[in-house]
């Protein structure tokens, strides 16, 4: 078995692969895609196509990437078909907490910026409304999913991604989950083991402890 982290995401990544033989290559494919998503959807550097878009004009139309426009079509589908629950435009409230800085893009806009704020057209984004969109929320899922479909495609038969808690394992190993307990984070409350089902790719709690 073979384990390495890295600092991507605002979190302490984890791959890990479960392969008896060392297996590099699927490494550094993993935590290559991890560092794109990274690049393209951070809200903090200002050259990811987060920050483009935070930039624009308004009727400013700006192409990002494919990945960037894959996330970003998922982040406003989930804001309506949660209405509003889920909300890509939170930023300014979040810059308003400060946990996150301001952009340098003008005064904050309304954080409660409809959907229709942006309007995507594979990957050109028109900007129709003041706003600012930080991905954080969604990213790290699918960096976690493009990292673990990174790693298939080199041939891992066993694996686990883990960004701080947005976790994806597969393959036939049981793999140990802890739950930090709320009141003592230095404790684990819970834990369980994931297990991948198989045909269906998906991850489920194989048992209790």
């Known amino acids: 078995m073979m ?3 890295q600092p991507w995401l605002g979190t ?8 008896e033989t060392s297996n590099e290559p699927a ?49 406003l589908a989930m804001s309506v078909e949660s209405e509003g629950l889920f909300n890509p435009f939170c930023a300014p409230k979040l810059v308003a907490w400060e946990q996150l800085p301001a952009p340098a893009a003008g005064p904050a806009p309304d954080w409660c910026a409809r959907g229709d704020a942006l309007a995507l057209d594979g990957t050109r984004v028109r900007k129709n409304a003041p706003s600012w969109i930080d991905l954080g929320g969604i990213a790290k899922g699918y960096a976690v999913d493009a990292a673990v479909d990174a790693l298939r ?31 003592r984070p230095e404790l684990a409350a819970w834990s369980t083991q994931l297990r991948d089902p198989g045909n269906f790719g998906h991850v489920f709690f194989a048992r209790e402890q």
Do not use: K, Y
């Open 3 to 5: 384990r390495r982290a």
């Open 12 to 19: 302490v990544v984890e791959v890990t692969v479960g392969d």
């Open 27 to 75: 490494m550094r494919a993993a935590f290559d895609v991890i560092a794109e998503v990274h690049r393209l959807m951070s809200f903090h550097d200002e050259a990811s196509d987060v920050a483009r878009l935070n930039r624009a004009a308004i009727g400013e139309q700006i192409e990002v990437h494919p990945r960037t426009a894959e996330v970003l079509a998922a982040a």
């Open 153 to 183: 495609g080199c041939g891992v038969r066993a694996g686990c991604v883990n960004a701080g808690g947005d976790l994806r394992a597969f393959g036939d190993i049981d793999w140990p989950v802890l739950l930090r307990d709320a009141r």
